[in-house]
């Protein structure tokens, strides 16, 4: 990494799963972008993995628990929902958390 001149900002991203991370990966688990980017993220980060197994736990038991309480409560509504805009739906998931984790750099 340092070779390539990204030594500050891999630390500084190291920095910021060491301070967030379980909210982090809490956060990526509510969205349909796939799980396995975070979970490589933060391995290369050097996250706990306790910490990364009861958040990663957390989060994707919350997320089926949304969906399964929308899918019984809207039924076919949401599933026509969620087939017609899954991928809207991932992009602007993804951009969401890209534009959270701009402004936190920046303040």
């Not at 990494?1 to 688990?29: C, D, P, R």
């Not at 796939?34 to 910490?51: E, H, L, N, Q």
């Not at 929308?70 to 599933?79: F, K, S, T």
């Amino acid at each position: 990494m340092w070779s390539y001149g990204y030594g500050n900002g891999f630390t500084a991203y190291q920095h910021l799963i060491e301070k967030w991370g379980v909210w982090i990966i809490i956060a990526k688990s509510l969205t349909p972008v796939p799980f396995k980017i975070m979970a490589i993220a933060a391995g290369v980060a050097a996250m706990s993995p306790t910490a990364f197994l009861a958040s990663a736990v957390a989060g994707r038991a919350l997320h089926f628990a949304i969906v399964a309480t929308l899918i019984a409560l809207w039924g076919d509504r949401v599933m026509v929902l969620l087939s017609r805009y899954g991928r809207a739906l991932a992009i602007i998931s993804l951009l969401g958390l890209i534009a959270i984790a701009v402004v936190q750099h920046l303040r």
